[in-house]
């Protein structure tokens, strides 16, 4: 007989296995498995934490879809993200990698162009790792550590009254993978349809590049907490109907989505429902209390960003609700990205 | 035509271009790229190391030929054993796997207990990771941050002079690696022979288990770095031919082993030339100034390890030889596993 796999669980029970198996290693959040980063120490008034994420071809990226340093950009983007969210300032890493030894070393080099690239934008060090062979594809793994001076941004900070706030539009990535698998490409900048040829179309250039290159608001995290404006955040890396759960999951709240506010990219055709569903945006989602709101408007425009307001956090019990123009509310359905999708799912 | 690959390259070329790549990011040893883990920061007495490493299915381990929970333990101790070699005492771990939805559920509790066992021997606690779909092999990515309160074992701290010594006696993982491509296996603690059937037999099964189940000398780094006995060590994982002139590049010195005095695992039949080329032993390589040497001596056996003076290091220049007990002196060859063997490489 066969036995239970990992697909037959699913993502989130699988990681809850570990956390019962490992349980009592594993010390209360924030420290422990489930923010977006760990928490290392506290001294003083220093924080520092520290996450790690593993980019696996043929499950995060394909060869043929993206070029080696928009790949060597993102796998370190989406660690700094994960950082930021926790309103950390990322000072190093380290960086893994195994790779088969029929790799052409053009490749390499124009992947670890792209790495230098955002780790000098973004002030990190690569500060040691490891390579090794493999003989199926190529896996990037990256930890990053970060500093935080005035305190973190938890995912159980959020509370009923609080505002929920998102960094920017939604869905453009989930659309750009939507063009990617319909055969569209990125090349020098401008998007290619697959049967027209070369063709420049701004909206759908914008989608491949917000999943082939996001650039996450990696400023915003560290100036939330500095500021005082936020206590709460999450990086929208599987969609926020996936993120928005968690977040409440760890605060013990629920949460009101005003569906009419939802920035939408415009290459998100399909509408907000499934802006909502879109996974790999690194935006982030935050919360702010009532009397810190008119302070965030006022300060965001003059750092450039251009957070909005998407709905409010809710009293425990009351579930987590997407609520149209018209009034009418519906539960935000959960259908982001999951790697193990459990037979027991909702899908 | 077909560029250039890793597999041209090599694994120590490889790491340089990375190195060179990465170059304005990197900051100078033993904070760089190069020593066991890396340095995070110093704050008045404490350093804070990190270490980053990447177990690949088919490279580092095969799932016929180890049990579940002596790959989690083995995934663990490796990195334990990389922070014990800079004289840190781990306190915590990021865990990134990377796992085939068809993987039976109980290969992943046995492997998170086999986890869970060195973590909670070791005293470390998981704080974080990332789990994520492979669609080949099981990868399996382990950071470990470690504290030292007296400073650190670094790799450029040998000095002429100093007494060259090892944790313990080598080449038992490579026998054993060899018994399992042979078709021996390990099963319940006894050897298993390929064709006779069932049979104890305790050098085959010692040598089995020093390849799955490594026991680093997690203690005695930590020791040597508290008690000012050492100030240079690298943990053996490629092998004493491969690590000593690392150790010795990094100090910019040269070094002797006197072959006789070299510890010899009794399941190495091939002699002792044979296990200064063996891999995966995570025996500690360290250096002690010659006053306190007798103090290591009196010392070590109170804390129950063994460690044996096997030569010492010369003046910069010397070049790194292995002298046989008759005094003949040939240089020590480099033939230790690289996972990309260049075409320029001596082998």
């Known amino acids: 007989v066969r ?12 990681i809850e296995r570990l956390r019962r198996r490992l349980g009592p290693l594993v010390p209360p959040p924030p420290a422990g498995i489930g923010d977006d980063a760990a928490r290392i120490s506290r001294r003083g008034s220093h924080d520092w934490v520290w996450t790690a994420d593993l980019l696996t071809e043929g499950v995060h ?26 309103g950390a300032i990322p000072r190093s890493f380290l960086l ?19 790495l230098r690239d955002t780790a000098l934008a973004a002030g990190v060090s690569c500060v040691g790792g490891d390579t090794t062979a493999s003989r199926s594809g190529i896996f990037v793994g990256i930890t990053v550590m970060g500093e935080a001076r005035h305190g973190l941004l938890r995912r159980d900070g959020a509370r009923p009254g609080d505002g929920l706030w998102v960094s920017g539009p939604l869905g453009a990535s989930a659309a750009g993978l939507r063009l990617l698998r319909a055969g569209w490409r990125l090349r020098r900048g401008s998007a290619v349809a697959p049967s027209v040829g070369r063709a420049t179309r701004g909206r759908e250039a914008a989608a491949l590049r917000a999943h082939l290159d996001p650039r996450p608001p990696l400023a915003l995290g560290p100036w ?37 506010a939802v920035p939408v990219h415009p290459a998100e055709r399909r509408g907000v429902r499934a802006a909502l569903q879109g996974g790999e945006d690194y935006a982030l989602l935050f919360t702010v209390s009532k009397r810190k709101e ?25 579930g987590i609700h997407g609520v149209a123009a018209g009034g009418a509310s519906r539960p935000l359905a959960q259908g982001a990205f999951e790697h193990f999708p459990g037979r027991g799912s909702s899908r």
């Not at 036995?3 to 699988?14: F, P």
């Not at 893994?96 to 792209?114: N, S």
């Not at 302070?295 to 009351?318: D, F, H, M, S, T």
Request: proline share 5%; hydrophobic share 50%.
């Open 3 to 14: 036995g239970q796999t990992l697909g037959d669980l699913g993502e989130e029970r699988l």
């Open 61 to 86: 990226f394909r060869r043929a879809w993206t070029e080696a340093h928009w790949l060597g950009r993102k796998a370190l983007a989406v660690n700094l993200s994960d950082v930021a969210a926790m």
């Open 96 to 114: 893994t990698l195994a790779l088969p030894p029929a790799l052409e070393l053009a490749w390499f080099d124009d992947f670890a162009r792209g």
């Open 224 to 260: 939330l907490a500095r500021s005082g404006i936020s206590r709460a955040a999450i990086d929208l890396s599987d969609g926020l109907a996936a993120d928005l759960p968690r977040l409440c999951l760890a605060s013990g709240v629920g949460a009101r989505v005003d569906l009419a």
């Open 294 to 318: 008119e302070k965030l408007r006022y300060l965001a425009a003059r750092i450039g960003e251009r957070p909005q307001r998407i709905g409010e956090v809710l009293p425990p019990g009351a």
